[in-house]
């Protein structure tokens, strides 16, 4: 498992076998190296989604998957965050124990499902699916009280389907729909 980040950390990441240090919009592998790419909390911090996706697309097998899992723009932790400055985000992390070092820019611009197919198939991508999931309200447990009307969103959203919309995550799943490299007759 190869894993890719824009700081040194990723080098010294144990559950990768290997870690490099890159942009999104510039990886350093040849042309259909991977089956499968994945990124889990990434795509909010992309600000220029074409150069991301084409590189995806690049490293990507014919009929390679890329699977996401990135925070909802329209979920109430996002638009807060949107609402907010970063340097309320850096205290907030570090009172929840995390390094200032660990706040990133955020963009939101590839987290709606719309978003998504959009951009993705503009670069081949064809979709196999989404999935709306919304989890515990951890970001609610500073008080008893905020971690119940949390818990109770969670509740709702998650027994109507008509509101899957508003759920915290996006699971999205695309095949790279480009053809595979005719050899020479």
């Not at 950390?9 to 190296?33: E, Q, W, Y």
């Not at 070092?101 to 993705?120: E, H, M, S, V």
Request: aromatic share 12%.
């Amino acid at each position: 498992m190869v894993g890719v980040d824009l700081t040194p950390r990723v080098i010294d990441n144990p559950l990768l076998d290997r870690g490099v240090v890159a942009d999104l919009s510039d990886l350093p592998f040849p042309d259909n190296t991977f089956d499968l790419v994945f990124s889990i909390y990434v795509l909010e911090h992309v600000s220029d989604s074409a150069p991301v996706i084409s590189e995806i697309g690049r490293v990507l097998k014919p009929g390679g998957l890329f699977l996401s899992l990135t925070p909802n723009r329209f979920h109430y932790v996002a638009l807060l965050s949107r609402l907010t400055p970063a340097t309320f985000h850096t205290w907030w992390i570090a009172r929840h124990g995390r390094a200032p070092r660990d706040t990133f820019p955020t963009f939101y611009k590839l987290n709606t499902r719309r978003a998504l197919r959009r951009q993705f198939a503009s670069g081949d991508f064809e979709l196999i699916g989404f999935d709306m999931v919304e989890g515990l309200p951890g970001y609610l447990a500073f008080s008893l009280p905020t971690f119940l009307v949390g818990a109770a969103y969670e509740r709702i959203v998650n027994a109507h389907p008509s509101l899957s919309g508003l759920r915290s995550n996006i699971i999205a799943i695309f095949r790279n729909a480009k053809e595979a490299p005719r050899g020479r007759g």
